[in-house]
Every structure is written in structure tokens, then in C-alpha cells.
């Protein structure tokens, strides 16, 4: 499944339970539930790492509260950006996957072309918007 269709499908869900518990779900509510699901995911870890009590949980149940945390966090973060207009595939492209394409990987050694990838990418003018990564350029 792609990261866009993943965060329309989530964002769905929740709108969903919103309706049903009937409250306004904006995007200050949605970044509190990131909030509140990164403290979750916390705890979560706190138990998987041993440095707190297990509650009478068994490692695998341990270790599936801990992915199900993950997931929590992540699916909220996704609804999120959707709600707020965050093409999150694009941002991802721009932010992360620009590495990628570039020749110099420290931000000192980039010129003002690499530079410009970053904000080419968010935009779709790197020609990296037909769903496809173009490959990193070969260094020396």
C-alpha cells in the first residue's frame, strides 16, 4: 500500500470514531493524539527495554503492545498531515529520500543546485512525482 493511500484510509477511521464519540476532530486535536500516542509509545518501549514493570505481560505480548504503539503513533501522525494538507509521500521524497539524488552528502558540501532539490522535490519539479525514486548520483 502507498504512504498516501495508507494516511487517506487512516484519516477515514478516524473521522469515523470521531463521528461516533461525537467530537470535533481539527487539526489541534489530532496533533495532541500524536502527542498522546508518542507518550504511549513510550511507556511501551520503557517495557520492552526492561525499565519498567512488565504488568504482568509476557515478552511477546510486550513486543506486540510495542508495534501496535509504533503503529498508533505513526497512523495518528498520518491523519494528521492529511487533515492539514501535508502531501505526506512528497514531504517524505523532500525531506528524506532527496538524499538520494544528491552527490554530497553533508549539508556543508551542498551546492546551491543540491540545495534546491529539497524544495524542487516538495513542489514535484525534480521530476521524482511520477511515483519513482530517481537514482543517487555516483559519487567522485
Known amino acids: ?15 469515523r470514531y470521531a463521528q ?19 507518550g504511549e509509545l ?4 520503557l517495557a520492552k527495554t526492561g525499565r519498567q ?4 505481560l509476557t515478552a511477546t505480548e510486550i ?4 508495534a501496535l504503539e509504533v503503529a498508533d503513533a505513526i ?3 498520518l491523519a494528521f ?11 517524505m521524497d523532500a525531506k528524506w529520500l532527496v538524499w538520494d539524488r544528491r552527490t554530497n552528502q553533508r549539508d556543508e558540501d551542498l551546492d546551491d543546485a543540491e540545495r534546491a532539490l529539497e524544495g524542487h522535490a516538495l513542489r514535484g519539479e525534480d521530476g521524482s512525482d511520477d511515483g519513482t525514486i530517481a ?3 555516483e559519487v567522485g
Open 1 to 15: 500500500m502507498e504512504l498516501g493511500e495508507l494516511a487517506r484510509r487512516i484519516d477515514a477511521i478516524s473521522a
Open 20 to 38: 461516533i464519540y461525537g467530537f470535533e476532530r481539527d487539526g489541534d486535536w489530532l496533533l495532541l493524539k500524536v502527542q498522546e500516542e508518542v
Open 42 to 45: 513510550a511507556q511501551a518501549w
Open 53 to 56: 514493570r512488565d504488568k504482568g
Open 63 to 66: 513486543d506486540e503492545r510495542f
Open 75 to 77: 497512523g495518528m501522525l
Open 81 to 91: 498531515a492529511q487533515v492539514t494538507g501535508v502531501d505526506v509521500e512528497r514531504a
Open 135 to 137: 537514482p543517487r548520483p
